[in-house]
């Protein structure tokens, strides 16, 4: 599969440029193109100038807002973020139109952090623009959660992270949920490794997009998962995991249909379907999802039909109302890696979290106005007979 990615404001650009440096590892390791075009759009222009695989161009690397913000973003005000993309969301359309081999794209993955200003208020924005503009093709949004500290410090980022998935949502054809917070779980040390983490939030589409686009006999599965099967699986609300399993060399040593090999072989595979789903880049139940996929990908000889029923058995129990798609990837790598996208969830109780405590934010904020317009008030009316020199 190949994408157009659009990374919007700080957070966005930088997921963007990980996605610019996974194209050039499929390049340099596998011979393909999965990114058809890489483009960061940004009110600030610092940190444009900090990404290092985004071709440099002020094409590729777009400054809006200049007039407004003086190049210094919109600091977390995600309403002007949004106003500013609806002035400048032709440069970006047009951007995207100069792509080299923009005909081979099958899909656009525009990314933002929902808390900040730029990202979280122009994604929505961007999104109803190139859906207007490219009408054919789909359009997913990859939208990053807050960690926590910011949760709790910040008031504006409960609200800013609400009204852009709603917005995003209304738009979007599905919207992959990615919570910074659960990288910090698996390794605190992450928490200020912020490029650690967008590789790891990137890392899941690697083989994902790859697969489809093999040329290689040896490399192409039994069962291809390509674009048309990520498509159809795409719809909503969306997490994706991923998890590896190590192979022993004693799996070698025995003949394919040895019955210890194959046991061997399906506890590592489900060990790693367990890692991708303990490691969903959002926490939801998997039984609220009504589509999912899953991607086995390992050496030839360590594969074969029955692993991946067991692995599709295993997925239906946990998903038991999802329709659920499949693919396996022969690569020689010494490990077992599984890739799972749960798509179509009908509850995210983050989500649910972020909207209800929205509600009191704004219910807090009027009663403060109102609080403050009456002080205010106060304060007039006593000095309404003092003279004044204007
Ligand atoms: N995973 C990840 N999250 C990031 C990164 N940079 C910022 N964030 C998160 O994104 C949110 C802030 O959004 P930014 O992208 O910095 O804001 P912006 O869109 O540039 O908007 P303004 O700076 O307000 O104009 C916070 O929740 C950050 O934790 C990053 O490189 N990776
Ligand atoms: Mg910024």
Partial sequence: MKLVVIGLGQCGGRIADEFARLNKRARAHRGMEIITGAFAVNTDAADLSGLQ????????????GGRKT????????????????????????????STKRFFETDAFLLVAGAAGGTGSGSIPIMTQHVKERYGDKPVYNLVVLPFQHEEETEERTIYNSAVCIKSADSVADAIILVDNQRYVRKDFSLKNNLSKINALIVEPFYDLLCAGEEKKARHIGAKVLDAGDIIQTLVGWTVIGYGSSRLSRLGVSFGSRHFRKKSTETHKGIQAMDEALSELSLKCNPADAGRALYLLSAPAKEMNMDLIKELGDYLKELTPDAIIRNGDYPRERGVMDVTVMLSELNDVAKVRHYY???????????QKQAQAESKLKTVEDAGKDIPSLL
């Avoid at 003086?70 to 139109?97: F, M, Q, Y």
């Fill in 53 to 64: 695989n985004i071709k440099a161009d002020y094409q590729h690397r777009i400054l809006i």
């Fill in 356 to 366: 209800s405590e929205s509600a009191r934010f704004i219910h807090e904020v009027k």
């Fill in 70 to 97: 003086s190049g210094h973003g919109v600091g977390k005000i995600n309403e002007l973020g949004a106003e500013i993309a609806r002035e400048d969301a032709d440069k970006v359309v047009d951007a995207i139109r």
